[in-house]
């Protein structure tokens, strides 16, 4: 039997003429790593937590239960401290 090359070998890369922005660490600058980060369930829930709060300060403030409504948003504003 022949040994024969294959296909692939004969071609040649044509080089990387794009230059690509490295960093002296030797990261890639290009990449923005803050923008696509997760979320934790913990911060999610304490979102959702002072949205409910917010929701129902709006509708006891409408049907006129004031003082309620400075309670739950005392809530809101508890809650929303653990989004720092």
Known sequence: MRNSPTPTEGLDRPPDTAE???GDDGDNDAV???Q???V???RI??????LVCLVVVLILVLQGYYGYAAVTFAV???A???LL
């Open 80 to 82: 929303g401290i653990n």
């Open 36 to 38: 696509n980060t997760t």
């Open 32 to 34: 923005d790593l803050d």
């Open 20 to 22: 690509r922005p490295v």
């Open 45 to 50: 829930a304490w979102l959702g937590t002072v």
């Open 76 to 78: 809101a504003l508890a």
């Open 40 to 42: 934790d369930l913990g």
